[in-house]
């Protein structure tokens, strides 16, 4: 069965200031993987997403991922934080062969200050 | 179109009593999940609905908890003889099956037990 470690549970970063948000993950084979954001009060909305090709991701709000199998990551990334970023982040895992639910982290609650 | 919807956003209940948890998926999408969020504790997987196949109950976490989902749509999670541990936010997803298809989140469902 596939798992999800997001090591931070916490991250505070200034406004405009870079952002690396990590993932590791345990799966058996090359895995789907999903990066999720839920601002305060919101529901769950889909930052990108490595299905196969291009290691590196390009998501929404200018939020990119890089798969990197030797290491067994899908770091998050974004070069220049806005406040409105402040919210919790998600990783998650899925299995190609479609028939296990998708496995998420504890999630990694980012802040932004001025 | 219409998201995921979920009915009611938040309910109070007393410890003992039984919960019924409404979730109506995105329109077409034959596979649905429930997650339960807990503080500090990420997204919990609880069951899995996956078309016509039988549902995955592994994350169901004591024999309280059980799920129904009628005629391929809507999905009612029920929590019978409810404990405190059961406070949470009960989140529902819905996707295509295909496995790399993305989740569709609704609100959720704050159940609090006093």
């Known amino acids: 069965a596939q798992s999800v470690t997001q090591p931070d549970i916490h991250i505070t970063v200034s406004e405009g200031a870079s952002l690396e948000l990590r993932c590791n993950y345990s799966?058996?084979?090359?895995?789907?993987l999903f990066w999720y954001v839920q601002s305060p009060g919101q529901g769950l909305q889909l930052l990108l997403k490595?299905?196969?090709?291009?290691?590196l991701v390009q998501g929404i709000k200018g939020f990119e991922a890089e798969f990197k199998r030797s290491q067994s990551s899908f770091n998050l990334r974004k070069p220049s934080v806005h406040w409105s970023d402040a919210a919790e982040y998600f990783c998650a895992v899925g299995a190609r062969s479609g028939n296990t639910p998708l496995v998420f982290g504890k999630g990694t609650r980012l802040s932004v200050i001025a | 179109g219409a998201g995921v919807s979920q009915s009611p956003s938040n309910k109070v209940t007393e410890k003992g009593k039984d919960v019924e948890l409404r979730c109506d998926p995105i329109?077409?999408?034959?596979?649905l999940y429930w997650y339960r969020q807990s503080l500090g504790q990420g997204l919990e997987f609880l069951i899995y609905?996956?078309?016509?196949?039988?549902?995955?109950k592994s994350g169901l976490p004591s024999d309280r908890f059980s799920a129904e989902r009628t005629g391929g749509s809507v999905s009612t999670l029920t929590i019978q003889r409810t404990q405190q541990e059961d406070s949470a936010v009960y989140l529902c997803?819905?996707?295509?099956?295909?496995?790399?298809?993305?989740?569709?989140f609704g609100n959720g469902t704050r159940l609090t037990v006093t």
């Open positions: 609905f996956q078309g016509n196949s039988a549902p995955d």
């Open positions: 490595y299905f196969s090709g291009d290691t």
């Open positions: 799966y058996g084979a090359t895995p789907y």
């Open positions: 329109s077409g999408h034959t596979a």
């Open positions: 997803a819905s996707s295509l099956l295909s496995p790399n298809s993305p989740l569709h």
